[in-house]
């Protein structure tokens, strides 16, 4: 499977994937997760949106992260929002953190870009007894005049089309944008599903910080500098100047409970 190296536009990451819901850290105090006290790894955090999301919510959370160029982001933001989230370099398959230290572990709009069996493995290493996985993914909906003109435009760029991201590519059949063969690797695996739903939400963007969205996307972050830069500005040329854009989004939340 073919990784993107996000840290290409690590600056338009950062800036753009703050769009986390507040219903979502809602929507999971509600089923009875607290993050008060817990010590969590966000893995594959990026650079630090969910990470500080649960800090606030007053977890012992660190990020894990293989992108050296995200993770630096990750501390200027610690620095410039006052937080003291420790990040580490690691990957999902082998993050270097201790054994059964970790009452939770998350990953956000990263699982199909691992090595499933193996960061299955690992978060079972890393975890305590009964520990909890939490699985979440979100993104924008088609619809919108905004999008079907984007779409229209990155598709000339990106080789071989709009494909899902990483594994989502090879699944045939999804539920609420998850690829069912990840539940029955998850129930192999000793995790029990205990509940899995969906939040509509919406983003409002100018456009520039639309743009900037798109930029930070796999389809574009995977391209080489000239032919990104060349699809952003044909993008931007194409796009009215009225705004601003409301842009409807969804997010798919799993919450996993290791039985061992």
Request: aromatic share 10%; proline share 3%.
């Amino acid at each position: 499977m073919e990784q993107i190296d996000f840290g290409q536009v690590a600056k338009s990451y950062a800036r753009a994937r703050e769009d986390i819901p507040a219903s979502l850290m809602d929507s999971l105090f509600i089923r009875g997760i607290s993050f008060d006290g817990k010590k969590v790894a966000d893995i594959g955090c990026g650079t630090g949106a969910l990470t500080r999301k649960m800090s606030m919510r007053k977890a012992d959370v660190m990020g894990v992260d293989s992108s050296n160029e995200l993770l630096q982001q990750a501390l200027a933001l610690n620095v410039s929002k006052n937080y003291h989230i420790p990040y580490v370099q690691g990957t999902a398959e082998e993050t270097g953190l201790q054994d059964s230290q970790f009452d939770m572990v998350t990953v956000m709009r990263a699982w199909h870009w691992f090595d499933r069996e193996q960061a299955i493995r690992e978060i079972k290493r890393i975890l305590k007894a009964k520990g909890l996985l939490l699985v979440i993914d979100s993104g924008f909906l088609a619809g919108p005049l905004v999008v079907d003109q984007t779409f229209d435009v990155i598709s000339k760029y990106v080789p071989g089309g709009l494909k899902p991201a990483g594994t989502k590519a090879e699944s045939k059949h999804r539920i609420n944008g998850f690829p069912s063969e990840w539940f029955g690797e998850w129930q192999k695996e000793g995790f029990e599903l205990r509940d899995f739903y969906k939040l509509n939400y919406s983003v409002t963007y100018t456009k520039e910080s639309w743009v900037e969205k798109v930029e930070s996307i796999s389809w574009l972050a995977g391209l080489e500098e000239k032919a990104r830069a060349t699809a952003l500005l044909e993008l931007t040329n194409s796009l009215p100047d009225t705004g601003p854009f409301v842009i409807p989004h969804d997010c798919n939340v799993c919450i996993l409970r290791m039985l061992d």
